[in-house]
């Protein structure tokens, strides 16, 4: 049919829905021709060559592809219209072999799938508990930090009173003696500057880690 005559264009093509849809119709038009070939022309069991029938076996093969031809301008593959120009390329072209059907690697291909489904569970899990877990980990380690930076401020408090009470007494005692009152004082005094020289160096630093411990442990627990 012509397909740009009146009637191709009000009626409906043969749609198939792939190539391979085609050549399974030419396939089995030909086994079928085959297997009448077979029935009307037996091979003799012997006999090298039968040139009546592979002649034979040569008009059927030409007017099936005749046929398909004359019928491919019919034709729609995937909703796009079939001419006969692309019969002629589709039948040169080498067929496309299928492997048979395998249960097995059915079944192998089934358990991969749900054995990934089952790792994607597993890697969602750990994007939700391990966060939580790593920053209740770390807001317990600054928790600690800043309860021992808390223990050597009071150890450095106790210690520099303790020295300034050692040297009052020692002031008080030397005081007493005379000729020794003003070397006392001195020394009393400067074992008290240099017990508040210690704190004052070391306060700065400890404080300033105890800051930055609780900040940190204020985000970690926030963000928790």
Not at 128 to 152: K, M, N, Y
Not at 154 to 173: D, K, N, T
């Amino acid at each position: 049919m012509d397909p740009d005559s009146q009637a191709s264009q009000n009626q409906r093509r043969i749609e198939l829905q792939s190539p391979e849809d085609l050549a399974y119709l030419i396939s089995n038009v030909r086994k079928a021709a085959t297997a009448h070939l077979e029935e009307a022309l037996p091979r003799i069991e012997g006999q090298r060559e039968d040139r009546l029938r592979e002649d034979i076996a040569a008009l059927v093969n030409q007017y099936i592809d005749q046929t398909f031809r004359l019928c491919s301008d019919n034709l729609s593959i995937n909703g796009i219209p079939f001419t006969s120009d692309q019969y002629e390329t589709f039948t040169t072209c080498t067929p496309q072999a299928y492997e048979p059907f395998d249960g097995r690697t059915r079944q192998r291909v089934a358990d991969l799938i749900t054995q990934e489904e089952k790792l994607l569970e597993e890697v969602a899990a750990l994007k939700r508990s391990v966060p939580a877990q790593a920053a209740a980990e770390h807001a317990a380690r600054i928790e600690a930090a800043i309860r021992r930076d808390e223990e050597l401020v009071q150890r450095r408090r106790e210690e520099v009173g303790r020295r300034a009470e050692e040297q009052s007494e020692g002031v008080l005692a030397l005081g007493n003696k005379k000729g020794s009152r003003q070397e006392g004082m001195e020394e009393g005094f400067r074992g008290a500057v240099e017990g508040l020289g210690m704190l004052k160096r070391d306060m700065p630093a400890v404080v300033a880690r105890m800051e930055r411990a609780r900040v940190a442990g204020e985000y970690v627990a926030e963000g928790r």
